[in-house]
Structures are given as C-alpha cells and as structure tokens.
C-alpha cells in the first residue's frame, strides 16, 4: 500500500516543541512535492507546510510561520515537522501527503495520505 506513515504526535503543554516524522511506505518521495496537513474537529484540512524537491522555499501557512519548519531526507525517505512554542490552536490531527513537483495549497491534489498522528497542546 503506497502511504506515508506519520509519527510523534503526543500530548505537550503550550509552548513546548515536537517533531513529527512522517516515513514514505511502498514508495520513494524522488521529486515529489510533500505537505503537512491537519485536521482540527470540526475543522476543514488545512496545509500547514510544504516541501518541494529542491529549489524553493519551503511553504507554511500564517498561523505556523516561524514556529514550524518543515524539512525532508530523500535518502531516509522521509519528512519532518519542527513544531515549537506550540498553542492550543495546533491541537489538531496532523497528516502528510505528496503530490507531482509542486506544493499547492488544495488536499485534493495530495494523495498517499497516511492515518495522520494526534497532536494536542494542553495544560
């Protein structure tokens, strides 16, 4: 089966860190685009970062910039999520997905979707 495979999700307290690590199974991320997404109940999908190749900037949405950085590693096929001074509006289901060479903001054109990690940020 051709999904990703997300991990590190925990429960954290406001203004702690986590990364997240998301392991391409059944496929190699060669020269695919990578998003971050999540899912908050009640909430739309909503893509907090993305990853292309090699060559541009990585891309995050307003609500995580400078807090999260998103990097990948083609040779341990697999994607990350630096999460810090993380807030109760991160709490949320997070996934990854991959889409042909560029980021777009719509999850419709992501796919390998993987059962996503649980991220809550409480005291």
């Known amino acids: 089966q051709l999904q990703f495979v997300e991990s590190g999700g925990t429960l954290v307290q406001p203004g702690g860190s986590l990364r997240l690590s998301c392991a391409a199974s059944?496929?190699?991320?060669?020269?695919?685009?990578v998003g971050w997404f999540r899912q908050a109940p009640g909430k739309e999908r909503e893509r907090v970062a993305c990853?292309?190749?090699?060559?541009?900037?990585?891309k995050y949405a307003d609500s995580v910039k400078g807090r999260f950085i998103i990097s990948r590693d083609n040779a341990k096929n697999a994607v990350y999520l630096q999460m810090n001074t993380l807030n109760a509006g991160d709490t949320a289901v997070y996934f990854c997905?991959?889409?042909?060479?560029?980021?777009?903001?719509?999850?419709?054109?992501?796919?390998?979707w993987g059962q996503g990690t649980q991220v809550t940020v409480s005291s």
């Open positions: 059944g496929f190699t991320l060669g020269s695919d685009a």
């Open positions: 997905a991959r889409k042909p060479l560029v980021c777009s903001r719509s999850s419709t054109d992501f796919g390998s």
């Open positions: 990853i292309e190749f090699r060559g541009s900037v990585p």
